[in-house]
């Protein structure tokens, strides 16, 4: 039987080495790396599918008031990453009670949307997502601690992913029973990947890698290590933390607007629906995409080019005048707006530190609730074209806030 061993490197970062991923869970990393994929795959149509809905339910209710529930599962699906993190951490939440708890309200919230409940579907829905986000890229990181922007990139991607095979029937043949069917399929899928993920002893590192020599090659690659490790409370002290929570906060406003009005803007049923699954599957192959060339450009000129993308792309939505026009515009919001979430975990522990890696992240994902709001307020209460040019800014404006960044303690030259 292999005996565990700790090693530290030098920096002082602490790695338990001599144990497989088998021998500790009995499962391989990869089945949990595809349990949490598929998780993600379920949990994302709340979001990324109720684009899809809003041309249906405007029988029942206004388009304000659509945004206004997507708007609020939004802030209720970010604000319970912290929590969830912290509760983790102190051991008081595992990942399959987790994902159970959260399989069970991402299924009720679309019963109860069928059911004509918008505030059903945007609180329990909203928290179901969010205890399903967070448990899924928490344990991933902890499974893959050698490769952890490519694998939370990767499972991240799986969220807007989810929605391109509900778009279609949604669009298309939307009826009685069709939300009832997808609560089932969701809570069914949600709540097998729970048996399956589990997370590894704490600072456990893969065998094959040597540690010590990867905390070396990393000192010399753009994306280097954090300087210390900062609490949750250090963290929201820097300058750096606020510039990031800012770019953060208007990159979920451009891609919440997207994704409710970008079917709207469109008079054609078809292709609204067509828009809106390119948009979803532009955003899950960009954040894959987005997170291998932060690997070799960094993290934070990535960032920037990705919302400088998503800016621009409003433009061309807007003075789009065909459909390849408008698919070409849905393509570039998706690679740019929605690919930030999946370098957040990266830029967070790289500038932050990894002791407290999954609070600091579940404080600046609560940007995402923040841009919620700024885009039902700004954005939603405006005609088509002032508010695709406002979104435009605000992407554009969110570059220039991430070009800002520098890691605390690190001069800039």
């Not at 899809?52 to 599962?73: G, H, K, N, T, Y």
């Not at 899924?136 to 902890?142: D, K, Q, S, Y």
């Not at 893959?144 to 499972?155: L, N």
Request: glycine share 12%.
């Amino acid at each position: 039987m292999p005996v565990a061993t700790y090693v530290r490197d030098h920096v002082g970062r602490l790695y338990r080495v001599g144990e497989t991923d088998v021998e500790v869970a009995g499962r391989s990393r990869r089945t949990v790396l595809w349990a949490a994929w598929a998780a993600m795959l379920a949990a994302g149509i709340g979001q990324y599918g109720f684009g899809a809905l809003i041309p249906r339910l405007q029988d029942r209710w206004s388009v304000p008031e659509l945004f206004w529930a997507l708007a609020l599962w939004t802030v209720c699906q970010a604000g319970t990453a912290f929590p969830a993190a912290w509760l983790r951490q102190r051991n008081r939440l595992t990942p399959t009670g987790a994902l159970w708890v959260g399989a069970l309200l991402c299924g009720t919230g679309l019963l109860t949307l069928g059911q004509g409940q918008l505030a059903g579907y945007s609180v329990l829905g909203g928290i179901g997502a969010g205890l399903v986000y967070s448990t899924c890229l928490g344990t991933v990181v902890r499974w893959y601690p050698e490769r952890v922007t490519r694998k939370v990139a990767f499972v991240s991607a799986a969220f807007p992913y989810g929605s391109v095979p509900f778009v279609v029937p949604a669009g298309m043949f939307f009826g009685d029973g069709f939300l009832l069917q997808a609560a089932v399929v969701v809570t069914a899928v949600v709540a097998v990947a729970g048996v399956v993920v589990k997370d590894p002893p704490d600072h456990w590192w893969p065998p094959h890698v040597p540690p010590r020599e990867w905390a070396l090659d990393r000192a010399r690659v753009p994306n280097r290590a954090a300087l210390k490790e900062f609490s949750t409370r250090e963290a929201v002290r820097c300058g750096t933390f606020w510039w990031l929570y800012g770019g953060v906060a208007f990159a979920a406003a451009v891609s919440l607007y997207d994704l409710a009005y970008l079917p709207l803007f469109v008079q054609d049923r078809t292709s609204g629906v067509i828009a809106l699954a390119t948009l979803a599957a532009a955003t899950g192959t960009g954040r894959v995409l987005v997170g291998w060339i932060s690997d070799r450009v960094g993290r934070r000129r990535a960032l920037v080019w990705t919302l400088v993308t998503g800016g621009l792309a409003q433009f061309v939505v807007l003075y789009s005048h065909n459909v390849a026009g408008l698919v070409i515009g849905a393509t570039l919001a998706g690679f740019g707006t929605g690919c930030c979430y999946s370098l957040l975990v990266g830029v967070t522990r790289e500038y932050f530190g990894e002791t407290n890696g999954a609070q600091n992240f579940g404080v600046l994902y609560t940007a995402k609730a923040a841009g919620a709001v700024i885009a039902a307020i700004v954005l939603a209460s405006q005609g088509p074209a002032f508010a695709f040019v406002g979104a435009g800014v605000l992407g554009l404006a969110g570059a220039v806030l991430t070009a800002h960044l520098s890691q605390p303690g690190r001069p800039r030259l």
